[in-house]
T-cell receptor
Framework: QKEVEQNSGPLSVPEGAIASLNCTYSDRVSQSFFWYRQYSGKSPELIMSIYSNGDKEDGRFTAQLNKASQYVSLLIRDSQPSDSATYLCAPGGLPSGGYNKLIFGAGTRLAVHP | DTAVSQTPKYLVTQMGNDKSIKCEQNLGHDTMYWYKQDSKKFLKIMFSYNNKELIINETVPNRFSPKSPDKAHLNLHINSLELGDSAVYFC?????????????FGNGTRLTVT
């Protein structure tokens, strides 16, 4: 089993719809979770952090975390063509000699069409 | 001001050559990283330094040698370059090594080995 699993997509949604991105992870010790957005040819940029079970909202983005199920998701409301990118899930705190090591999923490619 | 800057942006070289990539962060972070993103866009950690000390060393060929002269700088030297080394290399930093600390990425160095 991969450490972090994401559906590679592409996930195609119409403009204005809700895009739902999912991620499962294999470790049981991660306490922090991050979503990054990566445009083609660019570097990953942090868009959401979540540390507790439940929902966290920031503008059009909502992250949902369920540690018992080892599942984290990202919802993008009112999707815009500018949201078209690859979204990377990264659980933090994976043990590596006691140090934080972010392991990234392979990413889900989102395509928002007008 | 650029938070994490790396140079060069592009690097084209022949097999067998030696090359270096430099990285600097002005965020005052304690921890710096090198990640490799291959053609399948999978982002994989290579090394991490905390206050100039190597703390994470993944299974990377010893042709790759990182160096951190101070906590704001992390360089990567690669000896005897091979075709398989072609990838985008990202430098990143985080406030500390704790699990709740997200990464801030540089713009990447696209290495092409011919």
């Amino acid at each position: 089993q991969k450490e972090v699993e994401q559906n590679s997509g592409p996930l195609s949604v119409p403009e204005g719809a809700i895009a739902s991105l999912n991620c499962t992870y294999s470790d049981r010790v991660s306490q922090s979770f991050f979503w990054y957005r990566q445009y083609s040819g660019k570097s990953p940029e942090l868009i959401m952090s979540i540390y507790s079970n439940g929902d966290k909202e920031d503008g059009r983005f909502t992250a949902q975390l369920n540690k018992a199920s080892q599942y984290v998701s990202l919802l993008i409301r009112d999707s815009q063509p500018s949201d078209s990118a690859t979204y990377l899930c990264a659980p933090g705190g994976l043990p590596s000699g006691g140090y934080n090591k972010l392991i990234f999923g392979a990413g889900t490619r989102l395509a928002v069409h007008p | 001001d650029t938070a994490v800057s790396q140079t060069p942006k592009y690097l084209v070289t022949q097999m067998g050559n030696d090359k270096s990539i430099k990285c600097e962060q002005n965020l005052g972070h304690d921890t710096m990283y090198w990640y490799k993103q291959d053609s399948k866009k999978f982002l994989k950690i290579m090394f991490s330094y905390n206050n100039k000390e190597l703390i994470i060393n993944e299974t990377v060929p010893n042709r790759f040698s990182p160096k951190s002269p101070d906590k704001a700088h992390l360089n990567l030297h690669i000896n005897s370059l091979e075709l398989g080394d072609s990838a985008v290399y990202f430098c990143a930093s985080s406030r500390h090594t704790g699990g709740g600390s997200p990464l801030h990425f540089g713009n990447g160095t696209r290495l092409t080995v011919t």
